[in-house]
């Protein structure tokens, strides 16, 4: 069963005041915002564990609380059926019966907190807080007011937090992660993999594929109609005023292009610059050695790889001069990529390799002119509409049609069969605002002015509901085209794969076979540019020089495993990480035991659940 997040293990002293101070604004902001404070009708109650009583109102609020993180997390207002379809509203139960489950125990055993506790909580509390940084009486009974609270009914509630915190706290507290664990897991966090890749494409294939026969391109669009099928959608009908729509017909002052041109010097003129990276060692001597080995011929990769580093950790982008410090002359002399050093760095003693020459650019006023004087209408366009939007409301208000305000306030009518849950939407369905406006939208709406993220105002109306419909052949015939080509590449890809594989196995070079990425080290959360998860996941199982055949959407190669490097042991990063992985264990052992203890206080107290009373606050939502 899950648990309330109140209920996680807390250490004592100051952090538990802390959670105190926490659990208290979660009680003013969460216990309000609901709109029915009281279901009336003897309806107090959703349920009870033992003597302990789960009130209607908690739940609503818990309820509430959890559909506003929803439609924050995802954009969107998500709906009661929604998040039920999520088991949101099961989630909830579980948490408000485990919190009663402690309560009950804490009433059985005695366990309370006095009144100068409650005080000193409610009064050290920001929330209640004057403006003189003070507890003030006033501010502590407007909050509780404006959340439909009592100071006995929040005091009350409080006193019960408090109690089950201790409860929690003895049951929870003291545990201490087993060394051995730990260090299991840390090995297998801190273990890095080196592996080569070959991405085979089409170029690898020895015979092109064939074009598909109109045949077979009916038989594949029959095959995988699914594919080909419009979803539901709804037709909305709008009119849109767009800043792109406009910005051309703005005035541009000349005068406001020049100072804009004049301030943003530095983006025009720049001088000459460098692609750099900056691999930093503990000493001198040991970047002295370093380079020592650099000019013997070692790879500057293979020493990056010996610091525990990737190439990116060390790239330090295009720098100036001024950038680089004590390295500036040795590194801007470069004439072609190379690596000078040791030279001191802010943050030590480094070696520099640089990678590309930029040249120096100066755009003047003319050339830069076009492309300000667009920014600048298109600022105008904004501004434009924005002094329009009240005149559109107004006139939408007094129910004047689409057309009509369009006509008069110069916006575009048209329509659009909208598809809530479409992966890359385009035109008026881009925009964040008109997707959620349009996902809301239902029949018998009357057209309201919604504002667009650069700027622009839409406002649209229900036409009907349109049902999924396969896509007609001739209509979808590129698609169809380019599915069935894509399919049979993969396929004659995949076959290409498992052969090279076997070739390699057989004592080929894998370089034989086109170009091979190299990865030095790698962790198991690493990332490799182009590749699928499915690449990093096959790696970490793999044997060293095993090889095997990777395929995901829009890849298919082969990977050998060249590598297996076993975690560190020593130094200030392996103890901090394993110190984090401790921590973890013991938060997770703490909350099974309050999971386990708080299972067993419901199954022995028992539970009494009021589906009517669910279902009636249910009700409310729609």
Do not use: C
Not at 261 to 281: G, T
Not at 496 to 515: D, T, Y
Request: aromatic share 6%; glycine share 8%.
């Amino acid at each position: 069963m899950a648990k309330d997040d109140d209920n996680s293990p807390r250490k004592k002293g100051k952090g538990s005041q802390i959670v105190i101070w926490v659990l208290m604004a979660m009680l003013v902001v969460g216990l309000g915002g609901f709109g029915v404070t009281n279901f009336g009708g003897g309806l107090t109650a959703i349920g009870r564990v033992g003597d302990r009583e789960i009130e209607t109102n908690t739940y609503a609020r818990a309820l509430q609380q959890e559909l506003s993180a929803l439609s924050a997390q995802f954009g969107q207002t998500v709906s009661l059926s929604q998040a039920q379809s999520l088991g949101v509203d099961r989630q909830v139960l579980q948490s408000l019966v485990a919190q009663a489950a402690l309560d009950n125990e804490a009433d059985r055993i005695g366990l309370s907190v006095g009144d100068a506790v409650v005080a000193q909580t409610i009064t050290e509390s920001p929330a209640f807080q004057g403006t003189a940084g003070r507890f003030d009486r006033e501010t502590y009974r407007f909050t509780l007011d404006r959340n439909n609270l009592t100071e006995s009914a929040y005091e009350a509630t409080l006193r019960s937090d408090l109690a089950r915190q201790l409860l929690t706290g003895a049951i929870a507290g003291g545990f201490v992660a087993p060394a051995p664990l730990t260090d299991t897991l840390y090995n297998w966090v801190g273990e890095r993999r080196g592996f080569s890749v070959l991405r085979l494409t089409a170029e690898d294939l020895e015979t092109p594929v064939a074009a598909p026969s109109e045949a077979e391109l009916t038989a594949y669009y029959e095959a995988n109609i699914d594919r080909f099928t419009a979803p539901e959608a709804k037709r909305i009908r709008y009119a849109a005023l767009l800043p792109d729509a406009i910005a051309a017909d703005q005035p541009v002052d000349e005068e406001a292009l020049r100072r804009m041109y004049d301030a943003r010097i530095a983006e025009f003129v720049q001088p000459e610059r460098r692609l750099v990276e900056r691999l930093i060692y503990p000493s001198t001597e040991a970047a002295a050695e370093a380079k020592a080995r650099l000019d013997a011929g070692e790879a500057f990769e293979t020493l990056v790889a010996e610091r525990g580093l990737e190439l990116e950790d060390i790239d330090l982008g295009d720098v100036s001069r001024e950038d680089l410090g004590a390295a500036a002359d040795a590194v801007f002399a470069l004439e072609e990529p190379g690596v000078v050093g040791p030279f001191e760095s802010t943050l030590g003693p480094a070696l520099f390799r640089m990678n590309a020459i930029l040249a120096a650019q100066e755009i003047d006023f003319e050339a830069a002119r076009p492309d300000l004087a667009v920014e600048i209408q298109a600022d105008a366009a904004r501004r434009a509409i924005a002094d329009r939007v009240e005149a559109i409301d107004d006139m939408l208000a007094g129910g004047s049609t689409l057309d009509e305000v369009a006509q008069e306030q110069g916006m575009t009518v048209d329509t659009v069969d909208f598809v809530a849950n479409e992966t890359a939407p385009e035109g008026i369905s881009a925009y964040p605002a008109f997707r959620t406006a349009a996902t809301a939208l239902e029949e018998g709406d009357f057209p309201e002015a919604v504002l667009l993220a650069d700027g622009g105002v839409v406002a649209m109306e229900f036409v009907e509901l349109v049902p999924a419909a396969p896509i007609p052949f001739e209509t979808a015939r590129a698609d169809v085209l380019a599915a069935a080509t894509a399919d049979a590449a993969a396929r004659a890809l995949s076959e290409r794969a498992v052969e090279v594989k076997a070739a390699v196995e057989g004592g080929a070079s894998l370089g034989a076979f086109g170009i091979v990425q190299r990865t030095a080290n790698i962790a198991r959360d690493g990332f490799v540019e182009g590749a699928p998860p499915e690449l990093l996941s096959a790696v970490f199982e793999m044997e060293a020089g095993d090889l095997r055949v990777i395929e995901g959407t829009d890849f298919i190669g082969v990977v050998r495993l060249d590598e297996v490097r076993a975690a560190a042991q020593e130094g200030e990063d392996v103890a901090a990480l394993k110190e984090a992985i401790s921590a973890q264990v013991e938060q997770a052992l703490a909350q099974d035991a309050l999971l386990l203890f708080s299972n067993a206080l419901t199954d022995e107290a028992g539970v009494f659940l009021d589906q009517n009373a669910i279902n009636a606050v249910h009700a409310q939502f729609n």
